[in-house]
């Protein structure tokens, strides 16, 4: 068993990856968090559901993790008062997890010690929640302004600087509000919840199928991650295999998702210390891999490519020798450029010592996924859990320890260089011919089943809960980005504003994947 | 120094020609003169405003600044402020909590300016919208006011998810040329 507690009983799940399930009392919910934690396990997520309909009151969900696998662990609660004691004080990640699970669904944390709103803005009331199943839209909408409660920073000099929703770049909306003396920050406080399109509501009326569409879709630059974790959890539940051909091609899908991410974030990262030449050069080769998947995979972003019970997508043997001829192109080229990042005086200057997370602050926070390994947080899913075929592959993890953005970007470098092996090896592996996908049209009754794949930022988790029809009751995405975007708020202390965006950058955080 | 510039001399151009207009893609007919198209045509300014979306689309809107699209060779730049822009990209369905940034926006774009909405998403709510119930497909949810023409006018839209970087460089090609009879 994962964990040892004499109230625990757990059932291990099928499928690709080590999990378990099972269900507590709200009384053994910090003594079993407390335990995982001491053992050096983290949380990697919280979401509730309506379980109403089927006589019973509201569910907390939480998975956990720790050397064993996954646990997902879930706490009835009644429909009267769905209240559950506060898992912040242990994991402090919980946080803004059980503030939007209240926005959405009003189960709430006892005793937590922050009990803003976070996803809500003021689109609907705040007695109305969202993914309850009586939940009626035409009631609650509102046209509130936001007045969110920032923290403000007293004494003389501090003044604040507030930023976006609309940013100055091409990215995504969120809002930044830092206090500063002079050019040094002494604060940020992250407002999120500007793309909050109700992502998880909308599963509720889609089909198996259509959902993988949308799993695809909660983070465009992590489509092939989402829709493999979605595809794992709906497997799991059916109790299925994919193809072995299938398995193949999905970890190719992946491993391309992630060159494409690093070659993106390298060069914007060369931008941000002015080296327009890193942008040049390093999105000439994320375009050749884009333009390859486009003309392989029939999707630039591999879109759409996975699906439950196999993949959508195949590779032809001359496509096969095309992104051989890809891998050779883009080891030569990206060695140079390393050489030539390694030996800019400049752009070291402004790299190393940024934004720094010491080790032991990422482990209290549990900062996970790229960032985590530049703060000798070694965990990597395709390592420790490997689901076929990475079992097969024997995935080198990267780890560096300075958790400065010179440490992020070495990081991208080295997980550049192990995707490209690994992109040869599955190359080699693949062989002519084989099934792409067995049929799996619909789930079975009152299922749960959850998948979790180690994208290019983090891990990506998908949890479903199939109703008494098999249809999709309650499907929880979540994204490595709440894990992180709060480690961002202390790694810009005692930095100066103008090294913010690219410490941001380093980190290249998901702000629709936290939305929801 | 002189692994850079290798690097850059060996790199040579690379860069694709750009596509022509498409007047499929207009939703509404051209509102400006030839004459300020004209200027428009040879130094526009962009906004990007993401409303609400996956990122999808905007992965695609930097790619028109690699070497390949070269926007800037175009004479089209993206800036920081609405304020300095002719044109807002407004990409995403809109979400609630957005509505007001991008009125915002928009009311901070100086005359004249044109819309261009890119992505599905953005031309009638995409997947993150149930368009059953809608005579016209706009898209809403309890999240979501779903097409940005809900919000703001459009004059030209490019569908797909996401659209490629040729389709979104003919978008805007097509909003700051004369509209064909």
């Given amino acids: ?516 | 120094m002189y692994q850079l510039i290798k690097q850059i001399i060996k790199t040579g151009i690379k860069t694709d020609a750009a596509p022509l207009p498409d007047e499929a893609l207009r939703v509404t007919t051209q509102r400006l003169h030839e004459e300020i198209l004209h200027v428009f045509g040879s130094a526009l300014n962009i906004r990007h405003v993401d409303a609400g979306s996956c990122n999808g689309c905007e992965l695609e809107i930097h790619s028109l600044s690699n070497a390949y699209y070269n926007i800037e060779g175009l004479g089209i730049k993206f800036v920081a402020s609405p304020r300095h822009a002719d044109m807002l990209l407004v990409t995403g369905p809109v979400s609630r909590h957005m509505v007001t940034a991008l009125r915002r926006t928009f009311d901070a774009t100086p005359e004249p300016k044109l819309v261009v909405a890119i992505g599905e998403c953005a031309c009638n709510g995409g997947i993150f919208c149930s368009n059953d119930g809608s005579p016209d497909g706009g898209g809403e949810s309890y999240a979501s006011c779903g097409r940005v023409a809900n919000v703001i006018p459009v004059d030209v839209v490019v569908g797909g998810c996401p659209p490629t970087p040729t389709a979104i460089l003919q978008g805007i090609l097509t909003a700051v040329s004369a509209q064909k009879q």
Wanted: charged share 20%; aromatic share 8%.
């Fill in chain 1, 1 to 516: 068993m994962p964990i040892n507690h004499p109230n625990l009983h757990l059932t291990q799940l099928a499928g690709a990856i080590p999990a378990w399930s099972g269900n507590i009392k709200p009384d053994d919910l910090q003594p079993i968090c407390r335990n995982v934690h001491d053992g050096g396990g983290r949380l990697v997520a919280l979401w509730g559901s309506d379980d109403r309909e089927q006589g019973n009151g509201y569910s907390l969900h939480i998975a956990l993790v720790n050397e064993a696998g996954l646990i997902c662990l879930s706490v009835p609660l009644p429909a009267g008062q769905p209240g559950y004691p506060d898992v912040s004080s242990i994991f402090p990640v919980a946080n803004r997890m059980q503030r939007a699970t209240y926005d959405l669904l009003g189960i709430y944390a006892h005793e937590g010690q922050d009990h803003r709103k976070w996803l809500r803005h003021g689109a609907w009331h705040g007695g109305s929640f969202p993914l309850r199943k009586d939940f009626d839209a035409a009631q609650s909408l509102t046209d509130d302004a936001d007045n969110y409660p920032f923290v403000q920073v007293e004494g003389q000099g501090v003044h604040e600087i507030a930023v976006g929703p609309v940013h100055a770049g091409t990215i995504e909306p969120g809002h930044f509000r830092f206090s500063v003396v002079g050019e040094k920050m002494l604060r940020l406080e992250e407002r999120f919840g500007y793309t909050h399109k109700g992502i998880e509501k909308r599963f509720e009326s889609m089909s198996l199928q259509q959902g993988a569409k949308l799993a695809g879709r909660v983070s465009g630059d992590s489509t092939v991650a989402y829709a493999w974790a979605y595809a794992m959890a709906a497997e799991s539940i059916a109790a299925v295999t994919p193809p072995e051909r299938a398995l193949w091609l999905r970890a190719l899908f992946l491993e391309r998702e992630r060159i494409a991410n690093h070659l993106g974030d390298l060069g914007y990262l060369g931008n941000d210390v002015a080296l327009s030449f890193g942008f040049t050069q390093f999105w000439i080769l994320k375009e050749q891999v884009l333009r390859n998947n486009g003309a392989l995979f029939g999707h630039r972003y591999l879109m759409d490519s996975i699906i439950p019970g196999g993949v959508a997508a195949d590779l032809t043997e001359p496509g096969k020798r095309t992104l051989f001829e890809e891998c050779s192109l883009l080891e030569r080229e990206v060695r140079v450029l390393r050489g030539i990042y390694e030996e800019h005086a400049g752009l070291q200057d402004r790299f190393i010592g940024a934004g720094r997370i010491e080790p032991r602050l990422a482990a209290q926070l549990g900062l996970c996924g790229l960032a985590g390994r530049a703060s000798s947080q070694a965990w990597d899913t395709r390592v420790q859990f490997p689901c076929a075929p990475y079992d097969q592959l024997d995935v080198q993890m990267a780890t560096y320890r300075n958790g400065d953005v010179a440490a992020r970007v070495i990081v991208r470098f080295d997980e550049l260089f192990e995707s490209l092996r690994l992109q040869r090896e599955i190359l080699g592996r693949l062989m002519p011919g084989g099934e792409l996908s067995l049929p799996l049209e619909k789930l079975p009754a009152l299922g749960f089943g959850a998948g979790m794949v180690e994208g290019w930022r983090g891990e990506v988790l998908v949890a479903i809960h199939t109703d008494t029809d098999g249809n999709l009751a309650r499907v929880h995405p979540h994204d490595p980005s709440w894990q992180n975007w709060p480690a961002l708020e202390h790694a810009i202390l005692g930095n100066i504003v103008p090294d913010f965006p690219l410490i941001n950058k380093s980190f290249n955080l998901s702000y629709s994947g936290q939305d929801l």
